[in-house]
């Protein structure tokens, strides 16, 4: 097992020591200089209603933004970030709201972590497309929420054709570097956004499409937790409501699709091509010099008939499938 912590240096919270500093001393607090648009004498409003006299992320009175450009914020984290790893040999950072804070920031963190530790993974909370974040001197990797938004539109609302679907799916792997598209964190939900499963109106066979996908597609799959339990929510406090445990028919799918990525290198390390893109139908392959794996995923409504090239081979794991068509959302995984 790995372990990547999580790090929040855009903003911090207010009992934070500096900010408390700020808030006991004002002015001529030593740390004054580690925020931005303070307003003294710097108050902590008692409610939601009233506006803070300092600037906040995402205007919430509670969470103070730091300012990553002064060399003294810098420094600070950049021990914060080396001493989880050389005290505890943790493995990485996911950094959050990673493209409101200064560039020099991050070069310098990353820099520091990788010094303490040159395999450490640093991912970036970025939102949108992120070449610039990925140069080399930041982040090994981003959050990639365009797979969310991609599956979507695809399987849980239909909005668009297989082939539509296709040339996002061809943008997702060409607007970086290889080896940069084969460590993208893909996932199809977070603590951040509705449950995919909710997105998808609850419907588990447009989902499981969905999740099909993410684990047999270039990347680093994520799972949030609960995700396999089948956890719903459009809103906040429901979608980070706390874990089940329990095991189900939607959980024995997860671990089957995890289990064939774990047994294929190609899926997780393998070349992708697609092989149809039609209507509703979506079939691809990933190969590599020990295996080849076809995936095809019937996302519409109504039945479709495989071409010959699709129904050959060793089924691996289906459903709705009956040797030569896919029924409404059903799937097949075979080895060629």
């Not at 082939?163 to 893909?186: E, H, I, P, S, W």
């Not at 290198?265 to 794996?293: H, K, M, P």
């Amino acid at each position: 097992m790995r372990v990547i912590i999580d790090g929040v240096f855009n903003h911090c919270g207010w009992n934070f020591f500096a900010f408390q500093d700020v808030v006991e001393n004002g002015a001529g607090s030593q740390y004054a200089d580690w925020f931005y648009e303070l307003n003294f004498p710097v108050v902590r409003p008692e409610t939601g209603d009233e506006i803070p006299n300092y600037e906040c992320f995402a205007y919430e009175r509670l969470m103070p933004k730091l300012n990553t450009g002064n060399p003294e914020v810098r420094a600070y984290f950049q021990k914060v970030g080396t001493h989880w790893v050389e005290q505890y040999d943790i493995d990485g950072w996911r950094l959050d709201v990673a493209d409101e804070v200064d560039h020099w920031f991050w070069m310098d963190f990353c820099r520091a972590v990788k010094t303490a530790k040159p395999d450490a993974a640093i991912i970036g909370e970025i939102w949108q497309s992120a070449p610039f974040w990925l140069d080399g001197r930041m982040f090994d990797s981003t959050m990639n929420y365009d797979m969310m938004k991609h599956c979507k539109r695809f399987f849980a609302h239909g909005e668009i054709s297989a082939a539509a679907f296709d040339a996002r799916v061809t943008d997702m792997r060409m607007r970086y570097r290889k080896n940069l598209t084969y460590g993208q964190l893909n996932l199809l939900d977070s603590h951040d956004v509705p449950r995919f499963l909710s997105i998808c109106g609850e419907n588990i066979k447009r989902y499981r499409l969905a999740v099909l996908f993410l684990l047999t597609f270039i990347g680093a799959p994520s799972v949030f937790y609960g995700d396999e339990q089948g956890i719903t929510g459009i809103l906040e406090d429901d979608y980070r409501a706390p874990m089940r445990f329990a095991e189900t028919e939607l959980t024995a799918f997860y671990r089957k699709a995890i289990a064939l990525r774990n047994e294929f290198s190609c899926l997780r390390t393998g070349e992708f091509r697609t092989l149809v893109a039609e209507n509703g139908l979506y079939a691809f392959e990933r190969y590599d010099g020990t295996a080849r794996i076809c995936v095809a995923l019937n996302a519409q409504e109504k039945p479709v008939e495989l071409p010959p090239e699709l129904t050959a081979g060793e089924t691996l794991f289906s459903d709705n499938f009956d040797g030569k068509t896919l029924a409404s959302f059903g799937y097949r995984v075979a080895r060629m």
